[in-house]
């Protein structure tokens, strides 16, 4: 099994809905992170938390949500869904500074919004 | 604000040869720079990094060399074969970790 689990992998839905894409950790790590990745963007930061009681925003957080419901798990929500939130999301953890140490990623959850 | 240069876009070689992948940086107090390498349908994986106070590691077939002076490093991949066809992100970090937008490289056996 997967030490990072994201679901749904795959996700089509309609303008104006609400999506939560939730994300597991088996690697027991404190701090977990959510990018998103567009063609030729490369990862952009959306949140992250240091612990379950930290939120913090990232490079891109309009238009996002997320809720550290335990220290495995950690949720995004998009609250009415737009088409230029479609992208590939990914859920990473860490055992350090994320700017310091590595990052471990899920396998992602492709988004289309029609 | 911070901001992270990556080139080429795309990269296509013969296996057995030399790929190398530059990236360049706009803060100048950055001081780690990782790279990962995504798969096809996967997350992306840390292969390789460098701190600011080493100019060159290797680790096997890859290495990364880091300019500070010229706030560049690259990736260099030796005797590619094709599994290493994938896209490669690099990064830089000072106060947040800012990636790359990707290279992809294709190894054609």
């Known amino acids: 099994d997967a030490d990072v689990t994201q679901t749904p992998r795959n996700r089509i839905t309609k303008t104006g809905k609400r999506i939560m894409l939730e994300c597991s950790q088996t690697?027991?790590?404190?701090?977990m992170y959510w990018y998103r990745q567009d063609p030729g963007l490369g990862l952009q930061l959306i949140y992250y938390?240091?612990?379950?009681?930290?939120?913090n925003k990232g490079e891109i957080s309009d238009g996002y949500s997320v809720s550290r419901q335990a220290q495995a798990k950690f949720s995004l929500s998009l609250e009415s869904a737009i088409p230029n939130q479609t992208a590939l999301y990914f859920c990473?953890?860490?055992?350090?500074?994320?700017?310091?140490?590595?990052?471990?990623f899920g396998e992602g959850s492709r988004l289309t919004v029609l | 604000g911070e901001n992270v240069e990556q080139h080429p876009s795309t990269l296509s070689v013969q296996e057995g040869d030399s790929a190398v992948i530059k990236c360049t940086y706009s803060d100048s107090a950055s001081n780690y720079f990782p790279w990962y390498k995504q798969e096809l349908g996967k997350g992306p994986q840390l292969i390789i990094d460098?701190?600011?106070?080493?100019g060159e590691k290797k680790d096997q077939r890859i290495a990364v060399t880091l300019n500070k002076t010229a706030k560049h490093f690259s990736l260099h991949i030796t005797e590619t074969q094709p599994e290493d066809s994938a896209v490669y992100f690099c990064?830089?970090?000072?106060?947040?970790?800012?990636f790359g937008a990707g290279t992809r490289l294709a190894v054609h056996p």
């Open positions: 690697k027991g790590h404190d701090r």
């Open positions: 990064a830089a970090r000072y106060n947040k970790l800012i």
């Open positions: 990473a953890t860490s055992d350090t500074a994320f700017n310091t140490g590595e990052l471990f």
């Open positions: 460098i701190r600011s106070n080493v």
């Open positions: 938390s240091f612990d379950v009681k930290d939120i």
